[in-house]
Structures are given as structure tokens and as C-alpha cells.
């Protein structure tokens, strides 16, 4: 006899999913203040100038903003676990090629692949929400959902400041390597 899933097993591991979903999501909100923190260290090791410690900012930000609503139609259309793992993807190998980045051109290029990955990541996060949990729970879980992206934005400065007092400047992107990782596991 074939069996019917009910509700309860449908969403069985929702708390899961919102987990790994949270993973994804504070590395974007970090990854936006981190940077700050590194750009004095930046402009000397690179020697960068006013306009490309800006660029390197803008890069992600622009790029980020210029495709969240095509990836996120992109994510319903071919798959949002797909995209998720994907945007997870991009952006950690954004990450690692911003860390070793010899010039600030490089780390501009590095950062706009990062905002590619960070537009695929977002739309998919909540879209998958909506999906796994049942309409009395959603409001609670996007509450998390949301709690989470302002705890990355207030650690970001906290943890970019603790890395470079201890390491070099590309450790900044190497945290978002084993929070993504994680979370593509």
C-alpha cells in the first residue's frame, strides 16, 4: 500500500533545513561588514587606491543587487536546492580567490563572483522557508531566518577585527569556506 506523506512527515526536518538555510544566509550578512574592517590593511598591502577600496565594496553589493530577482526566478525555475548549493559554491570559491588575491583588481573580480553567488544563495533561502514549513510555522521561522542576517551583520566587524589583529587580510574571506561548507553538507 503506497503511502500518502501527511503534513507531519512532510515538514519532519524543518528545523533542520532552517538551520542549514541560517548557515547560508550569515555569511552573506558578515561578508557585507567584514570587509570594512580590512580596508585600511587593504589599501596598504594591495596598495589600493580611494576608488578600488570603493570597487571592492561596490563590486559585490552592485552584482548582488543587479541579479537577486533573475537568480531568484532562476531558483523556481530549475530548482531551489540546486541554486542554493550553487550560490553556496560560487560563493566560497569567490571567497578563497578574494583571500589570495594579489592585486586589487583581482579582489574587485573576486568580490562581483561572490555577489553572484550571494544572489543565488538569498532568494533561495526564503523561497525554501516558504516551502518545508507549514503556514502557522512560517512566520516563526522567517523571524529566525531574519534574526540570523542581522547577527552576521553585527559579527562581521567583531570577527574581521579578531582575524586581522591575529592573521593577514585574506582570512576575512576564508571564514565564509567552512560556514559554506557546512551548509552544502
Known sequence: IPVVPTQATTYER?????????????????????????????????????????????????????????????????GRKLALNAGLLVFVAGSVASAFAGSAEVLIGSRAAMGIGAALIMPSTLSIITNVFPEEERGRAI???????????????????????????????????PVGAVAVL
Open 14 to 78: 524543518r528545523w533542520w533545513a532552517l538551520l542549514v538555510l541560517c548557515l547560508s544566509l550569515v555569511v552573506l550578512g558578515m561578508d557585507n561588514t567584514i570587509l570594512n574592517v580590512a580596508l585600511p590593511t587593504l589599501a596598504r598591502d594591495l596598495r589600493a587606491t580611494a576608488s578600488e577600496l570603493q570597487w571592492m565594496v561596490d563590486a559585490y553589493i552592485l552584482v548582488f543587487a543587479g541579479l537577486l530577482l533573475t537568480m531568484g526566478a532562476a531558483g523556481d525555475r530549475f
Open 143 to 177: 523571524g529566525v531566518w531574519a534574526g540570523v542576517a542581522g547577527l552576521g551583520i553585527v559579527l562581521g566587524p567583531v570577527i574581521g577585527g579578531w582575524l586581522l589583529e591575529r592573521f593577514w587580510w585574506g582570512s576575512v574571506f576564508l571564514v565564509n569556506v
